[in-house]
């Protein structure tokens, strides 16, 4: 079946948990001013120099054109980890903070995944849900006009997607985030196929902004694109929550699952009643 990878994207030097099946790859590498002790993003085939754009997907691009001899392959952030002993998994929120000392003094642990993938397709972050659709959501926090170029490419490259992208991106307020999972090899090579072809095209259109947070604009575009990929595919989903290790943790950071699951309900009231209106 090949081997299983599990690649940790990290742009700076941090301590990250120890497992047999991480193998950390420092982002950006082509235009980092420091080297890493992890295995750097700009060998072989790759865009590590378009870092500041793509994000996280230079290692992902690596990761897709390098290796090889893979059979279950996934991405996690130097801050962010599927959180696989969490309880109650479905009603969890779809991230959790935690301190960085008590996360480091536990041993990482993954459950079997050849067997969970006997039943699932990929595993995701839990979906988070929002107070309209995900379209509206794009163009809440970012440039909306740049979404309308994707999906026009979208029209035009693999027309097929449209349905898949219409009812996840237009008619949906939940979607899962951070460009992170774990699959087998196949899917991740056919995604990786056709999420490359549509950002390179949308970079050949788009202006890159100036603003530092908006010039993320490609990483921005896979979190959605992922969702679109997996309805398209009519993938088995297991979703699993993130936690997320950070210095400054305090308990108030996370909500109770009662209170999640309220908020919830409260937005996907909210977005269903203003669709009826």
Not at 154 to 168: G, N, R, V, W
Request: charged residues 25%.
């Amino acid at each position: 079946m090949g081997k299983t990878i599990v690649f940790i994207c990290a742009h700076k030097e941090a301590e990250l948990p120890q497992h047999e099946l991480f193998m950390p790859i420092q982002a950006g590498a082509g235009i980092g001013r420091e080297i890493l002790p992890y295995t750097p993003d700009n060998t072989g085939d790759n865009i590590s120099i378009k870092n500041k754009n793509y994000c996280e997907l230079t290692c992902h691009y690596w990761v897709w054109k390098n290796l090889k001899n893979v059979g279950i392959v996934g991405l996690n952030h130097y801050r962010r980890y599927f959180d696989f002993e969490k309880r109650f998994l479905k009603l969890a929120p779809d991230r959790s903070f935690i301190s960085t000392d008590r996360f480091l003094s536990k041993t990482y642990k993954f459950p079997n995944l050849e067997r969970i993938f006997n039943s699932y397709d990929i595993i995701l972050p839990n979906t988070r849900n929002y107070p309209y659709n995900m379209a509206t959501q794009y163009g809440v926090f970012h440039i909306f006009d740049d979404w309308i170029v994707m999906k026009d490419i979208i029209k035009e490259l693999s027309p097929e997607y449209i349905p898949a992208f219409e009812k996840t991106m237009e008619h949906r307020n939940y979607s899962s985030n951070y460009n992170m999972f774990i699959t087998k090899w196949k899917y991740f090579d056919e995604y990786s196929e056709w999420l490359f072809k549509i950002l390179f095209e949308v970079e050949k259109r788009c202006k890159i902004p100036s603003n530092p947070v908006q010039s993320r604009i490609f990483g921005y575009m896979s979190e959605r694109l992922i969702n679109v990929y997996c309805e398209y595919k009519h993938l088995r989903i297991k979703h699993v929550p993130i936690i997320v290790p950070i210095d400054d943790f305090d308990t108030s950071m996370n909500p109770s699952y009662l209170r999640y699951n309220w908020w919830k309900f409260r937005n996907n009231f909210v977005y269903h009643a203003n669709k009826l209106l």
